[in-house]
């Protein structure tokens, strides 16, 4: 079993539309949890870091954090074209190994 | 603005030679790290370093090689390189305090 597993998609949504992005993991000792974006032939860009339980906001964007279910979600309201890109998921016990998940592939279609 | 910064970006080269991918860092940070992406199998990390003369394999090291002469700089380094090692590479830091790492653009590499 892998420490994290994420839906790869592809998942494609009209301008406007509530995104919900997900992983799921088996750790229970992770406590750091991250959202980054990557847009093609880029590097990742970190968009949300969360710590241990809890909801996030930043703007458009919600990280939510479910340490009981062991589950992590990212919310985009208002989904723009600028936010079709993979979003990846990372998360770590101690900060110093990170897992990832393989990525989600979105498309806001205008 | 502090950044992490690769080269080449693009790279092809042929079966066997050596290939160094380059690493810098101006974020003074301890922590860096060198991964491959490949579709179906995400980020997956081959050598990751905790700060000068400290090198360590990850989970896909075969073939890989890194050496940390100072705190900036982490070089990647396919000994003699085969075709299962076309990707893309990517190189990332973290300070010894923070519990995020940032990405460099990444490196491409063709093995023909």
């Known amino acids: 079993q892998k420490e994290v597993e994420q839906d790869p998609g592809p998942l494609s949504v009209p301008e406007g539309a509530i995104v919900s992005l997900n992983c799921t993991y088996s750790?229970?000792?992770?406590?750091?949890f991250m959202w980054y974006r990557q847009y093609s032939r880029k590097g990742p860009e970190l968009l949300m870091y969360?710590?241990?339980?809890g909801n996030k906001e930043d703007g458009r964007f919600t990280a939510q954090v479910d340490k009981s279910s062991k589950y992590i979600s990212l919310f985009i309201r208002d989904s723009q074209p600028s936010d079709s890109a993979t979003y990846l998921c990372?998360?770590?016990?101690?900060?110093?190994?990170?897992?990832f998940g393989t990525g989600t592939s979105l498309t806001v279609i205008p | 603005d502090a950044e992490i910064t690769q080269s080449p970006r693009h790279k092809i080269t042929e079966t066997g030679r050596q290939v160094t991918l380059a690493c810098h860092q101006t974020?003074?940070?301890?922590?860096m790290f060198w991964y491959r992406q490949d579709l179906g199998h995400g980020l997956r990390l081959i050598h990751y370093?905790?700060?000068?003369?400290?090198?360590n394999k990850g989970e896909v090291s075969d073939g890989y090689s890194v050496s940390r002469s100072n705190t900036e700089d982490l070089p990647l380094t396919l000994e003699s390189a085969a075709s299962s090692q076309t990707s893309v590479y990517f190189c990332?830091?973290?300070?010894?305090?923070?519990?995020?790492?940032?990405f460099g653009e990444g490196s491409w590499l063709t093995v023909v």
């Open positions: 370093s905790y700060g000068v003369q400290d090198t």
């Open positions: 990332a830091s973290r300070s010894s305090t923070g519990n995020t790492i940032y």
């Open positions: 969360t710590y241990s339980s």
């Open positions: 990372a998360m770590s016990a101690a900060g110093n190994q990170f897992y």
């Open positions: 974020w003074n940070h301890n922590n």
């Open positions: 750790n229970s000792a992770f406590q750091y």
